[in-house]
């Protein structure tokens, strides 16, 4: 007979997020359990309201997500001609230029690893709320992935800042950031919150309700 | 960390009794696969002196001439900072913003908070507030994204490659050896060395 595994919660405990010393939780208490008595760190058993709160952030980053790649994000002035580029079409003139390997670099950043994130965190929301099951350890992988590679998306950003700061030579050559890069921004930032609100232990919780219920004590 | 003692896996929720690990060795979680604990060998002085490095490298990188771009016979070097600066000129300071926080700010304070903790953790001293100090560094280690940068400067100088002739100037290479050196401080840090040692060092936690 498989036994119920002892989480902190279900022992009564509660880890500190920051120094991970482990503090009995008062039957009185609720939600928020006050300070760490080590590291000052505000304890809680779970992150607070993080399903709602990762729901939201995923949608505004949606939201973002459309103008982000609609709008320009830089204009190139190349002796008297003037050239505006979405990421997209950034990614499309390397790819057809030859340089496919940095066009690859570029989508693989900025539009598959934002999309990418935003899809596996609603499916691990969805799986969540459904009170899933499956794979539970391969859903925390899941997310770990999301957690590493959302940093990625800012490369883009940093490709426009340096491109404005060298190419700054009047009508010779010159680069301009345009406000499709401001909405990218919003995405990944968003994106990288929405990721930080999700809590991994609800994936397991539903595991130790399941197994209550199997096998009561 | 004791052995012996319990600690929960900061993804899974699950126990676990710490076992006894030697320097150099480190524990997973068996439900999730998540690392726990990460010992290193004299980690407190590897990290100590890779912050210090680290400090240096970025006080560098952000004083001397970063990329030069030639074209028609005209040089333009420019700083790291400069590009923020554009972004502020032409009415984005949100963007200016978060590329200064990302490439300047969260690297800076890191390797500040880290000397300022392990410094006098080091010669058994209670460095003051260090709880929150060290709380705050770790809040802010998913901003520093110094390494995503380096190859943002990789792509514009492919970049441009036909545009101009792109002279990558000392800051480049400060740059670079910084991302390598703060890789290496992160990865040698134990934080639960720096709990252990704060309570080693026969001090009283705040309140
Ligand atoms: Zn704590
Ligand atoms: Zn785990």
New interface residues.
């Given amino acids: 007979m498989p036994s119920t595994p002892l989480t902190a919660k279900t022992a009564s405990l509660v880890s500190c997020t920051i120094c991970h010393l482990l503090i009995r939780k008062h039957p009185a208490m609720d939600d928020s359990l006050g300070k760490c008595p080590r590291c000052g760190a505000t304890l809680r058993s779970r992150k607070r309201n993080s399903i709602a709160r990762t729901w939201a952030l995923i949608l505004a980053a949606f939201l973002f997500y459309i103008p982000a790649n609609l709008i320009p994000i830089t204009k190139v002035t190349s002796l008297g001609v003037v050239q505006t580029d979405t990421i997209m079409s950034g990614v499309i003139y390397f790819i057809t230029s030859g340089m496919w390997p940095i066009g690859l670099i570029i989508f693989v950043a900025s539009v598959f690893v934002p999309l990418f994130k935003l899809i596996i965190l609603t499916f691990l929301l969805v799986s969540v709320q459904r009170r899933s099951c499956w794979r539970q350890r391969d859903r925390t992988r899941l997310y770990r992935l999301t957690e590493a590679i959302g940093r990625w998306s800012m490369m883009d950003i940093f490709v426009v800042t340096i491109l404005v700061a060298l190419v700054h030579l009047g009508a010779v050559a010159n680069i301009e950031a345009q406000k499709g890069a401001v909405f990218f921004a919003a995405v990944v930032v968003i994106t990288m919150f929405a990721a930080m609100s999700f809590d991994p232990r609800l994936i397991w919780d539903i595991k130790e309700l399941e197994d209550a219920r199997k096998h009561p004590a | 960390m004791k052995a012996g003692s ?3 896996c ?6 676990h009794r710490i076992p006894a690990i030697s320097e150099g060795m480190s524990a997973t979680c068996r ?4 690392s726990l604990i990460k010992t290193k060998k004299n980690s407190l002085e590897r990290t100590l002196a890779l912050a210090i490095t680290g400090l240096m490298l970025l006080i560098m990188a952000n004083s001397f001439p ?2 030069g ?1 030639k ?2 016979g ?1 040089v ?1 070097h ?2 790291l900072l ?6 502020y000129k ?1 009415g ?1 300071p ?2 200016a913003l ?2 200064l926080f ?2 300047v700010i969260a690297p800076l304070a890191q390797l500040l908070s880290l000397i300022y903790v392990l410094l006098p953790l080091k010669f058994q001293h209670r460095p003051p507030g260090m ?2 100090v ?2 705050w560094m ?1 809040i802010i280690q ?2 520093s ?1 110094m390494e ?2 380096m ?3 990789l ?2 100088i ?3 490659a036909k ?2 002739q ?1 002279l990558p100037d000392i800051a480049v290479f400060c740059f670079m050896a910084l991302i390598f050196v703060l890789a290496a401080c992160l990865a040698s840090l134990d ?2 060395l720096v ?1 252990d040692q704060w309570e080693k060092n026969g001090c009283h ?3």
Avoid: E, N, Y
């Fill in positions: 319990f600690m929960a900061h993804d899974c929720d699950l126990l439900r999730c696969g998540a970063f990329l771009f074209i028609q005209q333009r420019t700083l400069t590009g923020i600066q554009q972004f032409s984005m949100w963007l978060l590329v990302t490439t709880f929150h060290f709380r770790q998913p901003w994204m995503v940068f190859v943002g400067i792509v514009s492919v970049k441009l545009m101009a792109i934080p639960h709990w936690p705040p309140r």
